[in-house]
């Protein structure tokens, strides 16, 4: 039978999934079920390029007969639907065949149908039920979480935030990370969790939290966002901002649940990242995607999943095992099971060789991180309640942390054994890491090796795991020192098992090999290598600055641990200020004319006339696409200009009431104080201007009123800025003017917070 060529523009999809559903709500209103029976991926991007979906007896019915009867013959139907993706990202139908050979139940067509998707059938244009593009917040909420984020930046400078807006100037994202995350990522940047799991319950706070795990074995949460929806460019501008706040370094492994459309933004946005799936979210989902068809196995499928998944020692056996259960079973035609199969590299432990998860993917982590955040969030939770809870939270977590590295510095576990590997180990590890290590220790007496092979210097044992009363094979090279085991302990945990312990032993090995020995878990985590390597050594007064900034707030976080570090932290402070306040005299200062100031984008106020006779029709529309090159500052980004030798600009806390009052500095060496904020490499250009009272409308983003620039002539008129910016908050001090012509000034920018609130209420 020939297939059937799609006449016309006919429906367009935003995804593979979205086409599928299409289909199957064809399929329940003709009678039939549908499945994905193939799709294809480009090899220059990995993405889906096309798929096909079928009825569920596509396909020619087995010469032989199965083992077991399978729940649906296959008759050789060719009833299917093929699906293109267009270089615009969109799908289309390429091809529909809806002849099938056998008979069909019309009872289908009673059924509800899909609640993403009006009924239609492949010649209508299908019509996708949207959600809100924007957050919705209780009365005052708005103006509550802002003045939050004020009250947290005054506490700490090095607190971070970004908004998003959507074409309707209301509030689509907004995302915050406190002073201590970013400096903790510094250290612990090797494994990043970015939970949906609130989004996708559709929780009236839909909160996403960036979460790792310090060296007590702790969580950190290294990062927050409410967002409006989970779509890829949602989460791709959540990414980047968050990126952009940790400094651009991006994390070894991410980890989040398995969805595509998170595989698509991280893919977007963090490249050189490894992108895995939670473990545990897999295996959580089999009983809701199969239960249907492993109903009537007992516990027979489960027990062959996990066998299959978990105890493969090597990707070749993980393939086998797969095929064998998916025959044995007669699961081919179960579109999930095929599509996890593909995302196999992504979650399957045989596939993990070199990626160290630091126990973020098990079950045991999941439950502990999912118990802390239902301490502070329900359903009905405000924003206010949450709020209030986070700081406590915050508190809490600092405190937590204290009281783990006095433990850790003050007390040593004690040893359970004389086992060599404990007295190495309790040196280096934390008191709470040792613990767990301890424990695998100490259960290497109930491990019995037995060697299977050996190839010059590889050796291959099976150990017999009485605890567990499980086999498992590990494999062990003297010649290189590497060691691996079925169980994917290291991998999962980042510390060794007791099955490669007791072959190290029985090998005549008697310290842990320092391939396995994280620094991530010692008491030496965040111990920096100092080196003259280290030390910036820059003609830019601005590198300088921003290098110094950084190791500030390094000493604030040690020397708080106590008294006495807080001391002998002062003392080194005022005896380097002495120092440097005598060095300044004999130093010449050097002016530099070009430093970049404060903003996101270039904005030429001089011809904002221009703008208003134009509607900034890329509102319209919001784009996903690279932005331009932003450097991230941070706290950092302080310098502002220096263009005039009578003065330098501060930047202080963003304010929602007018600057009523700018002083002039007298002095260009005046200290200035951080924001948080983004230093632009793109020059702000002032023009002629007196004083301007306008709103700036900046696409994508936030609204923010730019007032208090003195002796400029008057300027009524709205500035656009292009392509999205972000928080900024800095109060900055008018320049001098040299040499009688117009100076290039930063100017202040403020939240225009009512206006966004009374959009939000009035929803």
Not at 116 to 143: C, E, H, I, M
Not at 149 to 177: G, I, K, Y
Not at 363 to 380: G, H, I, P, T, W
Not at 732 to 757: N, Y
Request: with cysteine.
């Amino acid at each position: 039978m020939e297939a059937e060529p799609a006449s016309g523009p006919g429906p367009e999809f935003n995804s593979k999934e979205e086409a599928f559903a299409f289909y199957q709500a064809h399929a329940k209103s003709v009678g039939f079920s549908a499945i994905i029976k193939a799709s294809r991926r480009s090899r220059v991007s990995g993405n889906f390029i096309d798929a096909k979906f079928a009825c569920t007896r596509y396909g020619a019915p087995p010469s032989h007969k199965p083992k077991r009867a399978p729940s649906r013959a296959k008759t050789d139907c060719k009833a299917s639907m093929h699906v293109k993706r267009t270089p615009h990202g969109t799908w289309i139908i390429s091809s529909f065949i809806k002849h099938h050979n056998h008979q069909i139940s019309p009872i289908h067509s009673s059924l509800k149908p899909n609640n993403n998707v009006n009924k239609a059938s492949p010649s209508r244009k299908l019509k996708v039920k949207k959600t809100p593009q924007y957050l919705t917040f209780a009365q005052g909420d708005l103006q509550f979480l802002l003045n939050a984020f004020m009250s947290m930046q005054h506490e700490n400078p090095n607190f971070f935030f970004a908004v998003d807006l959507n074409e309707e100037q209301r509030l689509r994202s907004v995302f915050w990370v406190d002073a201590k995350a970013r400096l903790d990522y510094r250290h612990f940047s090797d494994v990043v969790l970015l939970d949906t799991t609130h989004v996708k319950n559709e929780c009236r706070l839909p909160f996403v939290p960036f979460v790792g795990v310090n060296h007590h074995l702790q969580f950190l949460l290294l990062g927050l966002a409410f967002v409006s929806d989970g779509s890829e460019s949602t989460y791709a501008w959540l990414m980047r901002n968050w990126l952009r706040a940790m400094g651009g370094l991006a994390p070894k492994v991410m980890l989040t649940d398995r969805d595509e459309v998170l595989k698509r933004a991280v893919a977007q946005v963090v490249p050189e990242s490894c992108h895995c799936f939670c473990l545990w979210h897999v295996l959580s989902k089999v009983p809701e995607k199969l239960g249907r068809r492993i109903h009537g196995h007992g516990g027979e499928f489960m027990s062959g999943f996990s066998e299959c998944v978990l105890r493969s020692r090597t990707k070749e056996q993980f393939e086998k095992r797969w095929g064998e259960m998916v025959e044995r079973f007669d699961m081919g035609d179960e579109s999930w099971l095929c599509e996890i199969y593909e995302d196999r590299k992504q979650w399957v432990p045989a596939f993990m060789n070199g990626r160290v998860l630091a126990g973020m993917s098990t079950v045991q982590r999941s439950e502990a991180m999912n118990c802390l955040f239902d301490k502070y969030v329900q359903r009905k939770t405000t924003m206010k309640e949450f709020l209030e809870q986070y700081r406590v939270v915050l508190r809490g977590k600092c405190e937590e942390e204290a009281k783990a590295d006095f433990e850790t510095l003050r007390r040593q576990p004690a040893l359970k054994s004389p086992s060599p590997f404990g007295k190495q180990m309790v040196e280096l590890y934390t008191n709470a890491v040792f613990k767990k290590f301890q424990g695998e220790v100490l259960g290497a007496v109930a491990c019995h090796p037995r060697k299977e092979s050996e190839d010059g210097t590889k050796k291959m044992f099976k150990v017999q795991d009485f605890e567990d009363n499980q086999d498992f094979v590990v494999t062990w090279d003297e010649s290189s020192s590497e060691a691996s085991c079925s169980c994917y302990s290291f991998e999962f945990n980042g510390y060794l098992c007791r099955h490669v312990m007791i072959v190290l032993q029985i090998s005549g090995v008697h310290s842990i090999p320092p391939r396995y020995i994280l620094k991530r878990w010692t008491k030496d985590a965040k111990k920096r290598d100092l080196s003259v390597a280290d030390v910036v050594v820059s003609d830019s007064r601005a590198e300088r600055y921003n290098n110094l900034c950084q190791r500030a707030f390094e000493l604030g976080d040690e020397g708080s641990l106590s008294y006495e570090t807080y001391i002998a932290a002062v003392k080194a402070l005022e005896e380097a200020l002495r120092k440097c306040e005598n060095l300044d005299g004999s130093i010449q200062r050097v002016r530099e004319p070009n430093l970049p100031c404060f903003g996101s984008q270039e904005v030429n106020l001089s011809n904002t006339a221009d703008h208003t006779n134009k509607k900034n029709s890329a509102l319209r529309k919001r784009k996903v696409s690279p932005e331009p090159e932003i450097i991230a500052m941070g706290v950092d980004s302080s310098w502002l200009q220096m263009e005039n030798p009578n003065a330098q600009a501060a930047g202080l806390p963003c304010s929602y009431k007018s600057q009523q009052s700018i002083q002039k500095m007298d002095r260009l060496n005046s200290r200035a104080q951080n924001r948080d904020g983004y230093f632009s490499t793109q020059r702000i250009d002032f023009g002629m201007c007196h004083q301007l009272n306008s709103v700036a409308a900046i696409r994508n983003d936030y609204y923010c009123n730019q007032h208090g620039i003195q002796d400029r002539g008057q300027l009524n008129s709205i500035a656009s800025i292009h392509d999205p910016c972000y928080m900024a908050p800095q109060r900055m001090q008018p320049m001098g003017q040299a040499d009688g012509g117009p100076s290039s000034q930063p100017h202040g920018m403020e939240v225009k917070v009512k206006q966004l609130s009374s959009r939000h209420q009035s929803q």
